[in-house]
């Protein structure tokens, strides 16, 4: 089955504890992107990848890191998270930039 | 910032009527694209048209796009309780999307 699959779907940290939000998609899709929703806001964007080796800020970066090493593997990590990261993440994937996304079920990450 | 704003942020109809949701959006887009979410999921995408493209119809959606107000509307006609959602605009150009349409379809 084609899909975007997120781990952890749920995950409580505490400030300061480095974590990775994982994100794979298996469609062979070239671009790979992240996102955040918060009420009120709608999705933002974190950081994409047009392909592998290449990635870029979207509007919120800061205080995130991204790799994309494989062409399937786009890993958000939060090497010092704080309370105002408390937010419901999505990956998404696209056979190119300008295409439909596809996206994951969502990870509510709660930074106490 | 945000490229599409949806209007309105929230609508309530009953079963069997239509139901319209706009878009705004500020700068030359490549394309637009709609998406459906439903509480809280991962978003579904329902529709693309393309900048050189002024209608698009999908089964019971139907999209416009009117790039010198810069605006998309799309349409479900015949809605069912099964429509209740959040629905979403957004803009290839870069991809930034609006903060939604809160649509409730009562049986």
């Avoid at chain 1, 080796?53 to 786009?74: A, L």
């Avoid at chain 2, 479900?76 to 605009?89: H, L, P, Q, V």
């Amino acid at each position: 089955e084609a899909q975007v699959t997120q781990n952890p779907r749920y995950l409580i940290t505490v400030t300061g504890k480095k974590l990775t939000v994982t994100c794979s998609q298996n469609m062979n899709h070239e671009y790979m992107s992240w996102y955040r929703q918060d009420p009120g806001l709608g999705l933002r964007q974190i950081y994409y990848s047009m392909n592998v080796e290449v990635t870029d800020k979207g509007d919120v970066p800061e205080g995130y890191k991204v790799s994309r090493k494989e062409k399937r593997n786009f890993p958000l990590i939060l090497e010092s998270p704080s309370p105002n990261q408390t937010s419901l993440y999505f990956c998404a994937s696209s056979p190119q930039g300008a295409y439909e996304q596809y996206f994951g079920p969502g990870t509510r990450l709660t930074v106490t | 910032s945000q490229q599409g704003e949806e209007d309105p942020q929230a609508l309530s109809i009953q079963e069997g009527e239509n139901a319209t949701m706009n878009c705004s959006y500020k700068t030359s887009i490549n394309n637009l694209q709609w998406y459906r979410q439903n509480s809280g999921r991962g978003l579904v995408h329902l529709i693309l048209i393309r900048s050189n493209e002024r209608e698009k119809h999908s089964g019971r959606l139907r999209v416009t796009l009117d790039t010198s107000k810069k605006s998309s509307s799309l349409l479900i006609t015949a809605s069912r309780a099964a429509d209740t959602a959040s629905y979403f605009c957004a803009t290839w150009g870069d991809m930034r999307f609006g903060a939604g349409t809160r649509l409730t379809v009562k049986p």
